[in-house]
């Protein structure tokens, strides 16, 4: 499989087994700052930091052994996030404006957290001074679509291949203020992403590690799960937030002490997934 693009914003690992239906997408691990960025930015780099997926892609780097193909974007999404349309843009970070019909006003632009983020947290803006809108192109053009061309190659020539294909949109998040807070949740944009059977196995094969699942709450999907989960067109895709608590040391962003127990269970997990996609 050929992803016909010369970028390199994002790196694919392919299978290094017997091939399977199973893709998977880290869109928020990359760990790469721009210098101009940071020179740009009212922020330090440690809080830039605290927005990443970190470590979503080590925890998930022994996909490939099991089959599946993994999909990681290398830039942070501090400074471009492809979880999101294109068009979410907030057009007042930009001088000049972009064209109406290049701007999506959604509740998620509203509250800072477009394709270009201005915050990283309600009111914790990321930039002292308007970009130009030449730099909203720039990097529409060298990390989203990139980003999106491989994992639409990716899926197409895996439903190809298969018959179908099944999308883990990797993600991790804060640990949740109520008192059946989930280690883990999973969305399927209510049962509009992915069939009921695979979202169910799903699951059951995480709960097999002592989780605690919800399910489409406060979670439900992102753009890619929303924009590439097409089970009548046979692509399947599954949001799995997994909170950081269990992992990450939140003072120093550093691996936390159940690093190790959580990628274990992330190898099993995998194992199982593409077991029965076979």
Known sequence: MKIP????????DYPRNTPTPVVVSSPHSGRYYPSDFLSSASLSLFELQRIEDRFMDQLLEDAPDFGATL???NFSRAWCDVNRDWREVDPEMFAPTPPEDEVLLTAKVQAGFGV???????????????LQLSELRKRIATAWLPYHEALD????????RFGYAV???MHSMPKLPYARSGD???GNIHGKSCSKEIIDKIEDEIKYSNYSIRRNFPYSGGYITQHYGRPEGKIHAVQIEICRSLYLNSATLEPGSGFMETKKNMRRFLAAISGWTL
């Not at 270009?116 to 308007?130: D, K, L, N, T």
């Open 5 to 12: 693009s010369p970028l390199t914003s994002f790196k694919v």
């Open 71 to 73: 999909l990681s974007a």
């Open 116 to 130: 270009i983020p201005r915050c990283i947290s309600q009111g914790c803006q990321i930039y002292r001074h308007p």
């Open 153 to 160: 190659t990716i899926l197409e020539e895996t439903r190809l």
């Open 167 to 169: 999308l883990l949109d």
């Open 184 to 186: 883990i949740v999973l």
